[in-house]
């Protein structure tokens, strides 16, 4: 689905991803963890194709990231929630709809999909900060696209609507869609199929939860990042 | 489809924007009415300034309403999301030249009927032609703001393009000193500004204007090409 070959990213005079490598499978929810800061954005930009790689590749559903074709299958929630303030949360969705060639109909649904059906005549300027990445969200799943990336989707979500959303990202990956999607908590990391633990430029863990569990020989997914980074520092080191 | 259903998002917002659809409608109108005041005891003057001030009105006002338009769509992440959609360059290009047209053309109505029927404008065109000359005057405008909103990241500098870009136009364009009163050098460097022939326009008639308005749109329709070759999908 996705495949990352060697990818790496200067953003000024600073290398933001050193060489990364990896693979995310059809189908399946992956979630990209780190801290803030890592190059989790830069990597998902990457994807998308908007953002100038020095060397490198990424090849998606067998093409370039970032071709003409791609751009139907691909959705994509940008980190601040990237819809117009100043029309509503229908405005917002029937116009990504009609960029797609899909009607009101479809709009309505994807607004309805993300719990917004009540809330789809305010102004998207006047909606809380949870709200208004749901009405982000809401753009992306109109054109029910093969990949959806979505980065750090549920902050300033409440629990039950990050329970929701997440059992919505496991039904679309169920009806076979791919979903790559980021965050830096580690409570989220166990609801993926599979983990890319990513810190400073560099992928230091790919695999699927249980098994990066079982790997680092604790339970608690937190736990097993830090240990992940401290051998890493001590296999530099000798 | 998707460049109309852009101009239709864009002039949502628009309406969705009330005190800016008033002042965009109001002030022009208001400024020819303090101009009336200013030159009550000279007509041909008033005559003079007003016309030219027809077309100087919706290129100022467009480009600045444009600039900050495409560059709070740079700044809030649309812009990046909505190229990575079907979406195609042209297509947000026309559709924001098509939305703020549309509004030059309401501006330049409410504009022209206030000069000619309360203040009085005397002019050997038409209202009817000097309308559809603000109008290619606004669209230069908007042509012009979205080509400079590439090289702002920010409002402040979109807003620093206006002295830069805008205001040189307005002092060489013969409003201040007839272009055949300025140094050798001057003209030329007036030759090569568009506005220069925007307001030359209003104040021709016939075969002359028409040339004059051809240029305007051309120069509309290169700084478009321009401003569609700034706009990379791909950023650092």
């Given amino acids: ?238 | 489809m998707i460049a109309l259903a852009t101009t239709a998002r864009i002039l949502r917002q628009l309406r969705h924007d009330r005190r800016t659809v008033a002042l965009l409608l109001v002030v022009p109108a208001l400024l020819l009415t303090l101009l009336y005041f200013m030159y009550q005891d000279t007509p041909p003057a008033f005559d003079r300034i007003a016309l030219i001030m027809l077309g100087i009105f919706p290129f100022t006002i467009m480009f600045l309403v444009t600039s900050i338009a495409m560059l709070r769509e740079r700044t809030s992440g649309t812009l990046e999301r909505l190229l990575t959609t079907p979406l195609r360059k042209t297509d947000l290009l026309f559709g924001y030249g098509l939305a703020f047209s549309l509004a030059a053309v309401v501006q330049g109505a409410v504009a022209t009927g206030v000069a000619y029927w309360l203040l009085g404008l005397d002019t050997s065109a038409g209202a009817g032609l000097i309308l559809l000359i603000a109008v290619v005057d606004a669209v230069l405008g908007v042509a012009i703001g979205l080509l400079c909103s590439a090289f702002a990241r920010t409002e402040f500098q979109a807003v620093q393009f206006l002295p830069v870009v805008v205001v040189p136009q307005i002092l060489l364009c013969g409003l201040f000193v007839p272009r055949e009163q300025m140094a050798g050098w001057l003209q030329a460097i007036s030759d090569v500004l568009p506005l220069t022939y925007a307001v030359d326009a209003l104040g021709s008639a016939g075969a002359t204007m028409w040339r004059d308005v051809t240029i305007v749109a051309g120069a509309a329709v290169v700084a478009l090409i321009l401003a569609a070759a700034t706009l990379r999908r791909r950023t650092p």
């Avoid at chain 1, 990504?96 to 607004?111: C, R």
């Fill in chain 1, 1 to 238: 689905m996705i495949e990352v070959r060697d990818l790496v990213v200067e953003r000024g005079r600073r290398r933001v991803l050193h060489g990364i490598s990896c693979v995310v499978p059809a189908g399946s929810v992956t979630g990209l963890l780190g801290p803030s800061g890592s190059g989790k954005t830069t990597l998902i930009r990457a994807v998308v194709g908007v953002q100038i790689v020095k060397s490198g590749s990424v090849t998606v559903l067998g093409q370039p990231a970032g071709s003409a074709a791609l751009r139907r299958s691909v959705g994509y929630v940008t980190q601040a929630p990237s819809v117009y303030a100043d029309l509503s949360v229908r405005e917002n969705a029937r116009y990504f709809a009609s960029l797609y060639g899909l009607g009101a109909a479809a709009a309505d649904q994807a607004v309805a999909d993300v719990g917004l059906k009540d809330a789809s005549g305010q102004l998207v300027g006047n909606l809380s900060g949870g709200q208004r990445s749901r009405a982000s969200l809401a753009c992306a799943l109109i054109g029910q696209p093969q990949l959806l990336v979505l980065d750090e989707p549920t902050v300033g979500q409440d629990p039950v609507l990050r329970a929701e959303l997440w059992g919505r990202f496991h039904a679309l990956a169920a009806a076979g869609t791919t979903l790559l999607v980021s965050s830096h908590v580690m409570d989220e990391a166990g609801r993926c199929d599979r983990l890319l633990l990513i810190r400073d430029g560099l992928l230091i863990g790919d695999d699927t939860p249980a098994a990066i569990r079982a790997a680092a020989g604790t339970d608690d997914l937190e736990e097993a990042f830090l240990r992940l980074i401290r051998s890493q520092g001590q296999e530099v080191a000798a």
